[in-house]
Nanobody, 123 residues
């Protein structure tokens, strides 16, 4: 059974770059036809799909975040990462990584999810 675990700093200063990693166990991130996603949920708001990296290495981004988002992977660690640049307090959210068969991921019923990590943007 695949398991996903987010890691990274819980506090980021405005204008800096938020960097998170998702470590995957119980399955390879190169397994055919899976997408590896980043999703976030700001306080009091719904889920927002940010983007994904496919088994092939292709990347896909939400149009609203594309200019600030980069998703990459480290095959040696079976890990994929999120970088979100020029953060503001509006980027404060719980950040989740998830595996799915389709994109975008819009509900928690899609695929397998990590437990999430709180990131606060504040000076």
């Amino acid at each position: 059974q695949v398991q996903l675990q987010e890691s990274g700093p819980g506090l980021v200063k405005p204008s800096q770059t938020l960097s998170l990693a998702c470590t995957v166990s119980g399955g390879s991130i190169t397994t055919n036809y899976y997408y590896w996603n980043w999703i976030r949920q700001p306080p009091g708001k719904g889920l927002e799909w940010m983007g994904a990296i496919a088994w092939s290495g292709n990347t896909y981004y939400s149009p609203s975040l594309k200019s600030r988002t980069s998703i990459s992977r480290d095959l040696s660690k079976n890990q994929f990462t999120l970088q979100l640049s020029s953060v503001t307090p509006e980027d404060t959210a719980v950040y989740y990584c998830a595996r799915s068969n389709t994109i975008p991921v819009l509900t928690t019923t899609q695929g397998s999810w990590g437990q999430g990590t709180q990131v606060t943007v504040s000076s």
